[in-house]
């Protein structure tokens, strides 16, 4: 079928890249302003118990949360001073109305921890207005003009300041990856190229499926909630999946014009069947990865799910139908304005290369090798074992941002850092809450719990202790907490930042193993469609767990243990936000398996040619070895720009997906796959009968009906239905 799209594409060569040229220049118009648009958090499941408690909390009593903290100071006066009150007092009522539910400074409540130990600065907790987390970023916004032209130095601190900031950062985090990235892809295009017109593909067809991915998301915005996190996904994988399918179309297809330089037509329909089929599969697998984050309730991951699904099929749009336009247009001229000083001869591409030295070099002794690069893997992987969990507060942001100081001054000038949880009481009478009351303040590390409102026979308290909200320490109080019991007849719930985080576990942990279901299911069954074994998809899901472990192992050393944080610019904090894995484990799964398919997809045409395992295997390393270590660079490139981020989950996930990559391409790629495929021989290849007969009527064959040698494959899928 596919090779049939290749020869339609190469008549309507001219209408094919006209259309595309014009519905992408429409998804340029539709995509303007998308990062304005799209929401801010998205990291609660509306069936936990803190959302509930907050749900019921603002349906009674309004919002009575803590959203964002305003710290007044000045270096002459005390906050005990007529006019620095006056001045406080001034600035609050400027506030408009409309922002906020609640303003309480410390000459309402006279609470010791809402003034700093030199007496210089005052803490003023503020309560937005609103019912969702957009609204409330749009209330801190309309606040924060009001505040900020006091007479008085101001700071702001607390959640909504650190989500505004977040996202200020990530917009302009997200222009210096593409700003970085692209001169950089460039230039290694032209070095991989060898010439300005074949290297300039990789960006054209990286620029369709960016600006076509945005506008599909601005559209899916309409319907549902998308976070301000999925265009970074977007540029993340759709550039670089994008320039990965253009190298791995763009080098079929020179490699096929070289062996006929007249019969363009064939050379397109050919690298259509070949290099078209291995992207479409390559792209399914990737976009099956990303839809397991649907199954997560979270608006964050189901946002990066959006975002990654749309990035890689409109990839593959362009890599099947713009580029393969293009090419037939070029013919010969793919080469043009070749760069001299870089001009070599081609590579060999047959058994008998670099690459192929080192393949069978590995297959001499498979045991030793895949031992060592297994133990190697889990070792660099062991600090993941020792892993601790937390979510987002100030210290995602570097240190000069000004949330992330103002957050540092309350901890450092305001005492102890102190957590809080809101625990919503309902049904009990004044004795029961008494009771109640004083059974919270017996939890361990608990230091004050007081009322904030009653309405009826339902009561808000606040407790607090001392710590980190996301610390070990902090989450244990949580559950501390709600293990107290209700009064006979009432009911309670707890929330608060650090009830988010533990309920945030529970949720993802609850989630993840239909995640995991969803991805090996999928996968497996692709993998099978594209080569007809059953023992290959399990061992290619393992060779992916490894390199992923890996990477976890890595992120979990430098970004919980601390190490490389000066050197990185990051304030450590000793936890892995919960979410950070979960994006890495389908976005890497996706990913791995592009190299996979596209290594397997010349081993299996090698093996329907000759029936020999070894010659397959070491041809097909032979063969990829140039064109995967150039993607996995390139790739490395746009990955590793996210890794400069300012924002620590965002460079965490950069550099965790750039280890991955970089030992998936390498480590496993060229050693671990070569041996494992050498200790199993004949059996890579094996289906049971049932399944192999229909493979052989059905399956998805690289070259299809363009195979230059068909009978070799029915030699040698017979021997193997015969051995099953």
């Known amino acids: ?57 603002r349906e009674t009593f309004g919002n009575r949360s803590i959203d964002a903290v305003v710290i007044f100071s000045s270096d ?39 003034v700093s130990k030199d007496r210089h600065a005052t803490a003023v907790y503020v309560s937005l207005a609103g019912e969702s987390q957009n609204d409330f970023i749009d209330a801190f916004d309309q606040m924060r003009p009001a505040v900020e032209h006091s007479g008085l130095r101001t700071d702001l601190a607390g959640p909504y300041a650190v989500y505004t900031d977040v996202n200020e950062e ?71 999946l994008a320039i990965d399918y253009a190298l791995f179309v763009v080098s079929r297809f ?148 000004p949330s992330h100081q103002a957050s540092q001054r309350l901890n450092d000038e305001f005492g102890p850092e102190r957590s809080t949880a809101n625990v919503l009481l309902r049904g009990a009478d004044e004795e029961g809450v008494a009771a109640y009351t004083a059974a919270l303040g017996e939890v361990p590390g608990v230091v ?70 969803i991805v090996v299911s999928v996968m497996l069954v692709l993998l099978f469609l594209a080569f007809g074994s059953v023992v290959l998809p399990l061992k290619a899901v393992l060779m992916n767990a490894f390199s992923i472990t890996a990477s976890f192992g890595v992120v979990t050393w430098i970004f919980s243990d601390g190490h490389l944080a000066d050197l990185l610019g990051f304030t450590p904090q000793g936890f892995l936000d919960l979410t950070n894995p979960i994006v890495m484990l389908a976005v890497l799964f996706g990913l791995s398996m592009d190299y996979e398919v596209f290594l397997l997809s010349r081993v299996r045409e090698q093996w329907d040619l000759t029936g020999d395992n070894d010659l397959a295997v070491q041809t097909g390393v032979q063969k990829t070895g140039r064109i995967i270590t150039s993607a996995a660079l390139l790739l ?40 494992t495929m050498k200790l199993l021989g004949r059996w890579n290849w094996w289906a049971p009968a049932p399944l192999a007969r229909w493979w052989e009527r059905h399956g998805f064959r690289e070259g299809g009906e363009v195979s230059d040698q068909p009978h070799g494959r029915g030699v040698a899928r017979s021997e193997m239905v015969e051995g099953s």
Do not use: C
């Open 1 to 57: 079928m596919i090779e049939r799209w290749g020869a339609l594409v190469v008549r309507r060569a001219v209408a094919v890249l006209l259309v595309g040229l014009a519905v992408t220049a429409l998804a340029a118009v539709l995509g303007v302003g998308l990062e304005d648009d799209l929401s801010a958090g998205g990291f609660d499941d509306p069936g936990t118990e803190s959302a509930r408690e907050l749900a019921l909390e």
């Open 170 to 240: 990530t917009k302009s985090d997200l222009l210096r990856a593409e700003l970085v990235s692209m001169p950089v892809v460039l230039i290694l295009s032209l070095i991989i190229f060898r010439s300005v017109v074949a290297a300039l593909m990789p960006l054209l067809v990286g620029l369709v499926a960016v600006l076509g991915a945005r506008a599909t998301i601005a559209g899916l915005n309409h319907l549902v909630d998308v976070s301000i996190f999925a265009p970074n996904i977007i540029t993340l994988l759709g550039l670089g």
């Open 448 to 517: 004050d719990v007081r009322p904030v409102a009653t309405e009826g026979d339902t009561t808000l308290l606040r407790a607090a202790w001392q710590g980190n909200s996301q610390s070990d320490h902090s989450q244990q109080v949580v559950r501390d907490l709600r293990a107290v019991d209700a009064p006979d007849g009432a009911d309670a719930l707890v929330g608060g930042l650090t009830a988010d985080t533990v309920d945030l576990a529970g949720s993802v942990g609850d989630h993840l193993p239909l995640m995991g279901l």
């Open 76 to 114: 002459d006066a005390e906050a005990t001073d007529p006019a620095f009150r006056a001045e406080v007092e001034r600035t609050v009522a400027a506030i408009p109305e409309d922002s906020v539910v609640s303003v309480l400074t410390w000459y309402d409540v006279q609470d010791p921890a809402m």
């Open 636 to 675: 490395a490139v746009v990955i590793g720009a996210f890794s400069l981020s300012g924002v620590v989950f965002m460079k965490m996930l950069g550099l965790g997906m750039l280890v991955a990559i970089l030992v998936d391409a390498t480590v496993v790629r060229a050693l671990l796959v070569p041996a």
């Open 254 to 401: 020179r490699e096929e014009i070289a062996r006929e330089p007249a019969d363009t037509r064939g050379a397109v329909v050919r690298t259509m069947a070949t290099a078209g089929r291995t992207v479409a599969f390559s792209a399914l697998t990737v976009a099956a990865a990303m839809s397991s984050l649907l199954v997560f309730p979270q608006t964050f991951l189901k946002s990066i799910g959006y975002g990654g699904i749309a990035a890689v099929l409109v990839a593959m749009v362009a890599a099947l139908t713009v580029l393969p336009a293009v090419l037939a247009l070029l013919g010969t001229r793919i080469d043009a304005l070749r760069i001299p000083f870089l001009q070599r001869a081609t590579p060999v591409e047959t058994g008998h290369g670099a690459w192929a030295r080192l393949a069978r070099a590995v297959m001499r002794r498979p045991v030793v090798v895949a031992a060592g690069v297994v133990l190697v893997l889990l070792a660099v992987a062991s600090p993941f074992l020792g892993v601790k969990w937390g979510s987002v507060d100030y210290r995602v942001l570097p240190a000069d941002t």
